[in-house]
C-alpha cells in the first residue's frame, strides 16, 4: 500500500475516533498534534458536564482490511512505535478502525490500575485487543475513573 492510502486510512481512524469518542456524554475530547504525526487524542472524562481533570490519552491508528477477530489486530498493525508512551503519567490506549467495515479495536500502552487502593500506570507489553464498541468505551472510563478514584485516595491517606 502506498504512503498516500496509508495517510487517508490514518486519517480516517481518527474521524472514526471522534465518532466514538463523543458518543458518550462524559467524556470531552481534544485533538493533539504530534511530532509523528499520528492521530492522538486527549480525552477528558467530565462529570454533570464539569471538568474533573481525568484525562487519558489515545493514539490512533488506521487498518485497510478488516479482521475477523480482535487477536487479529497484532498481526495486522504490527509493532506501533510507542516507546514515549511507556513513560506516560496517565492512562493511555491505542484506538484502531479498519477501513473496509469500520470497526474498532482497543489495547492499552499505559494500562490504569488500582490494586488495593493503590493506583498504579501499567506498561502493557503483550497487548490484549478488545472490542471498541459501546462496551470497550464504558470499560476504558470505568478504568480511568477507578484509577484517578484510587489516586485521589493515596493523597488522602
Not at 480511568?144 to 491517606?157: E, F, G, H, I, L
Request: with cysteine; glycine share 8%; hydrophobic share 45%.
Amino acid at each position: 500500500m502506498n504512503r498516500e492510502m496509508q495517510e487517508f486510512f490514518e486519517w480516517r481512524a481518527g474521524q472514526l475516533a471522534i465518532v466514538h469518542l463523543t458518543r458518550r456524554d462524559d467524556v470531552v475530547v481534544k485533538r493533539v498534534v504530534t511530532p509523528s504525526g499520528a492521530a492522538d487524542f486527549l480525552v477528558e472524562a467530565v462529570h454533570d458536564g464539569a471538568s474533573t481533570g481525568r484525562v487519558f490519552g489515545v493514539r490512533v491508528r488506521g487498518l485497510e482490511h478488516a479482521v475477523q477477530a480482535p487477536d487479529e489486530v497484532s498481526g495486522r498493525v504490527g509493532e506501533l512505535p510507542l516507546g514515549e508512551l511507556s513513560d506516560a503519567p496517565m492512562p493511555y490506549c491505542v484506538f484502531v478502525f479498519t477501513n473496509d467495515d469500520e470497526r474498532g479495536y482497543f489495547r492499552w500502552v499505559r494500562e490504569p490500575a488500582a490494586v488495593l487502593g493503590s493506583p498504579r500506570l501499567k506498561t502493557v507489553r503483550h497487548p490484549r485487543w478488545r472490542a471498541l464498541d459501546e462496551n470497550g468505551m464504558a470499560e476504558i472510563v470505568a478504568a480511568v475513573n477507578a484509577w484517578y478514584d484510587a489516586q485521589r485516595q493515596a493523597q488522602a491517606a
